[in-house]
């Protein structure tokens, strides 16, 4: 059953794009959420999963390269520095695909497009490019 709620849902409604910077709409095929991606006038139909998945496969990654500085910074940004916490963040990240999934995407997907995070796919569902929020503090160079 978790199977089926996973088909049926899309995680990044709205925030994937083709390389030509066309949306791609989200469809139902078959009561299975689809990426409905623009390709020279058609529209090439790739099952979400398969595309969401990849999007956090690529988050996780890159959270895990430099999984002590982001666990530094949570710590610190909630103010709290002991071994509980710690390894509650540590687990969190490594469950990261299972608790983006068990979210609800209306909670989070208004900011993430709201602050400009968008997903590039070629005509294939493949994800080519993820586009990350600019940094609100700049480059440090207002010195």
């Known amino acids: ?39 020279g006038g058609f529209l090439r139909h790739v099952e979400a999963v398969s595309v969401d998945d990849a999007v956090l496969a690529m ?4 959270i895990t390269s430099m999984q002590d500085e982001v666990v530094r910074g949570m710590l610190a940004m909630i103010g709290k520095d002991d071994i509980f916490t710690k390894a509650a963040i540590d687990a969190s990240i490594r469950n990261l695909e299972t ?6 995407p209306n909670q989070w997907l208004p900011w ?32």
Do not use: C, W
């Open 99 to 104: 608790n983006v999934r068990r979210s609800d």
């Open 112 to 143: 993430l497009r709201l602050l400009g995070f968008r997903v590039v796919v070629n005509v294939h569902g493949e994800v080519t490019q993820l586009i990350y929020p600019e940094q609100p503090y700049g480059d440090g160079d207002d010195d």
């Open 1 to 39: 059953m978790a199977d089926e709620t996973i088909e049926r849902q899309a995680l990044f409604a709205g925030l994937v794009y083709n390389e030509q910077g066309e949306p791609a709409e989200l469809r139902y095929i078959g009561g299975v959420a689809h990426y409905a991606i623009p390709d």
């Open 59 to 62: 988050i996780k990654e890159q």
